[in-house]
């Protein structure tokens, strides 16, 4: 997730601020993170069993932690660490998302590897290492593909059915692992606050009480907003009518497709940092509308395999509800108009 409205430069802008931040604690800090770096690479070189641990050179940070390649006996990782105490959970979310989006074989993710933790109180997470650019030729084969994820549950539905039909066959045998709900086995973080993924057979249900409802609580908690909540009440009066003859089915989602998380290398289109559930198709292109990246031909490549069902606008207005919420949550009120004015403009 970005950091503020402007996405990726200021991404950029808070890499170089942070950097900025390290080196003017000085020398004191300096050996704390020589320390902590070295007992970081021997918990990795036991973990991963590899004797050759060699960083090289590729580092980086997102918006949630920090990130560093390293050559080892298996091949060249790339090793996020985060020292929240929420850490663990995160990557844990992380690494089944990416496992999970893996298994479809319709988008190419970096392979988790593990999720260690470094004694004296950071976590890392470690996945295959992939040699990324920004995304700008395989934009519209991300389209296609991102549709290909969004369809691969929907298909296993489809088999399914035609398994059972066929004489010979119960539906004990088939191996085939079709998810008719909402949800997902773990919890997963988007930034670093948690979702709530309890399984839910409605979708609705699932998104007011497990996705806005958390955010909502949260506000109240830190500021006990009154205009948010009034609005809120007015809201989920209205939500069942944006869903009028919507028959939807569970599609594995990325769950935090900003710009951010995309990439691409010679071989096609890169997605990676999801926070993965099972929900509905048109909840994936709320962020990604909300700060640039994607183009024209990332959308028109998408709509021709999931056309635009009518309706569409408005719930991505619902589904950028929750982004901008979950930003105010975690950057402060400086999103707390545009959720207002979100909830303001949908209960007219
Ligand atoms: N598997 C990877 N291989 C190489 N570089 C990576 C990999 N994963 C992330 N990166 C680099 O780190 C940056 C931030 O990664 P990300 O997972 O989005 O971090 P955060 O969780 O902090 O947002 C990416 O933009 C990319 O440059
Ligand atoms: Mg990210």
Not at 63 to 68: D, E, L
Not at 150 to 157: A, E, Y
Not at 307 to 328: I, S, T
Request: with cysteine; proline share 4%; charged share 20%.
């Amino acid at each position: 997730m970005p950091s503020d409205s402007k996405g990726s430069v200021s991404r950029l802008l808070a890499a170089g601020l942070l950097q900025l931040l390290c080196s003017a604690r000085g020398p004191p800090a300096l050996a704390r993170v020589r320390s902590q770096g070295s007992s970081m690479e021997a918990a990795l070189k036991r973990e991963l069993g590899t004797s050759v641990l060699r960083p090289t050179g590729h580092s980086g940070g997102g918006c949630i932690s920090q990130g560093q390649s390293y050559d080892t006996d298996a091949g060249r990782v790339y090793v996020k660490s985060n020292s929240k105490a929420e850490a663990r959970r995160m990557f844990e979310g992380e690494m089944e998302s990416l496992s999970a989006i893996l298994q479809t074989q319709t988008v190419k993710v970096p392979k988790p590897i593990k999720v260690i933790d470094v004694p004296g109180g950071s976590t890392l997470f470690v996945m295959e290492h992939l040699e990324m650019r920004s995304l700008n030729r395989h934009s519209g084969k991300l389209g296609t593909q991102l549709a290909d994820l969004h369809l691969h549950n929907q298909k296993l539905g489809e088999k399914l059915k035609k398994e059972v039909n066929t004489v010979g066959k119960s539906e004990g045998q088939t191996d085939i692992q079709f998810v008719d709900r909402f949800g997902f086995h773990t919890v997963t973080c988007c930034g670093y606050l948690p979702q709530v993924n309890d399984w839910q057979n409605d979708w609705v249900t699932f998104y007011a009480r497990q996705r806005i409802q958390p955010q909502m609580d949260m506000v109240e908690k830190n500021s006990g907003d009154r205009e948010a909540r009034e609005l809120w009440a007015q809201l989920q009066l209205k939500i069942p009518s944006l869903f009028c003859d919507m028959e939807i089915v569970p599609a594995l989602l990325h769950g935090d497709l900003w710009g951010g998380n995309v990439a691409e290398d010679d071989s096609g289109p890169i997605i990676f940092d999801p926070a993965s559930f099972y929900g509905h198709s048109e909840y994936e292109l709320a962020i990604a509308g909300m700060f640039g990246g994607f183009s024209n031909s990332f959308y028109s490549a998408y709509h021709s395999k999931i056309p635009k069902a009518p309706g569409f606008e408005k719930r991505l207005k619902l589904y950028q509800l929750f982004h901008y919420m979950n930003h105010w949550n975690h950057f402060g009120s400086g999103y707390r108009g545009s959720s207002l004015n979100i909830m303001r403009n949908l209960v007219k």
